[in-house]
Nanobody, 118 residues
Framework: VQLQASGGGLVQPGGSLRLSCAAS????????MYWYRQAPGKQRELVAS???????TYVGSVKGRFTVSRDNPKKTMYLQMNSLKPEDTGVYYC?????????????WGQGTLVTVSS
């Protein structure tokens, strides 16, 4: 099983980006999925989560600006980020709890860099 994150880049404050996390491999079901981020010199923090049924949670600093969603048939999760601020800068990682034909494990994507700067 692999998770591939993409969509990062350089954006000005107030701008928008859409991140994607595509899962592939021997997948029976993708359970809860998460977006984390790690700013330079800081610990990785949980940004948002979404269950297989679509229930979402957000860290307080992104509420009202970020929206997490998923397309289950496409095995893909998204993070729409609006009104971006310099403090949103960091490497964004996706994480998912995936059930295969043999087991259930947690998997991480490789990260995609988001830089918010003028």
């Amino acid at each position: 099983v692999q998770l591939q994150a993409s969509g990062g880049g350089l954006v000005q404050p107030g701008g928008s980006l859409r991140l994607s996390c595509a899962a592939s491999g021997d997948i029976f079901k993708i359970n809860k999925m998460y977006w984390y981020r790690q700013a330079p010199g800081k610990q990785r923090e949980l940004v948002a989560s979404i269950t297989s049924g679509g229930t979402t949670t957000y860290v307080g600093s992104v509420k009202g600006r970020f929206t997490v969603s998923r397309d289950n048939p496409k095995k893909t999760m998204y993070l729409q980020m609006n009104s971006l601020k310099p403090e949103d800068t960091g490497v964004y990682y996706c994480n998912g709890v995936v059930t295969t034909t043999l087991t259930t494990n947690e998997y991480w994507g490789q990260g995609t860099l988001v830089t918010v700067s003028s």
